[in-house]
């Protein structure tokens, strides 16, 4: 079974600009959870998708969405990139939103930001 | 203060030691705590899962939690070239996949 995948896997931005990452989940989990990790804060949660619904969001700006398509595919949406937005990306999915779920990640986007 | 604390290292140690990694944590509504390894340049992978203080043993690798102390330890038998790489300790409150991480240990197995 294919693991999860993200793309791009790299990209270079400049501040201002939007950006769009993807997640390919594992076949026939429908929870895809993002992550953005750096050195300092390590991993924190962005938000969880569940049946193209978003059901929890971690303390990000507005500036961070997503959404998820009926095949459990997911997209994350930085828009007017700071700096500080430069990243991993991670991306997770699990076959439920429970906790008792083991969570997939994927190898994750790196994002730079000029 | 964080809710979840872990020193980040790095550690260093020789192979065949006995590797011991560290979180304490603030929030008592954590109900399940986890144990990630994170090679360079890829995701964390699963390696334990606990929801009950205790120990929990599997293979090389022992879980360990404190819910009274709000501690919870890793530790790695044997330790091998192989298990170097960045262990970060997980925790959920429950209901969702909604996960608090730390920031991570960075292990060296030297041969």
């Known amino acids: 079974k294919a693991g999860v995948t993200q793309t791009p896997r790299y990209l270079i931005k400049t501040r201002g600009q939007q950006v769009t990452l993807s997640c390919s989940p594992i076949s026939g989990h429908r929870s895809v959870s993002w992550y953005q990790q750096t050195p300092g804060q390590g991993l924190q949660f962005l938000f969880e998708?569940?049946?193209?619904?978003?059901?929890n969001k971690g303390n990000f700006p507005g500036r961070f969405s997503g959404r998820q398509f009926s095949n459990s595919r997911s997209e994350m949406n930085v828009s007017t990139l700071e700096l500080g937005d430069s990243a991993l990306y991670l991306c997770a999915s699990s076959t439920t939103v429970e906790s008792t779920d083991t969570q997939y990640f994927g190898p994750g986007t790196r994002l730079t930001v000029l | 203060q964080k809710e979840v604390e872990q020193d980040p290292g790095p550690l260093s140690v020789p192979e065949g030691a006995i590797v011991s990694l560290n979180c304490t944590y603030s929030n008592s509504a954590f109900q399940y705590f986890m144990w990630y390894r994170q090679y360079s340049r890829k995701g964390p992978e699963l390696l334990m899962y606990?929801?009950?203080?205790g120990n929990k043993e599997d293979g090389r690798f022992t879980a360990q939690v404190d819910k009274s102390s709000k501690y919870i330890s890793l530790f790695i038998r044997d330790s091998q070239p192989s298990d170097s790489a960045t262990y970060l300790c997980?925790?959920?409150?429950?209901?969702?996949?909604?996960?608090?991480f730390g920031t991570g240990t960075k292990l060296q197995v030297i041969p």
């Open positions: 998708y569940f049946s193209e619904t978003q059901r």
């Open positions: 997980a925790l959920n409150s429950g209901g969702y996949q909604k996960v608090t």
């Open positions: 606990t929801y009950s203080s």
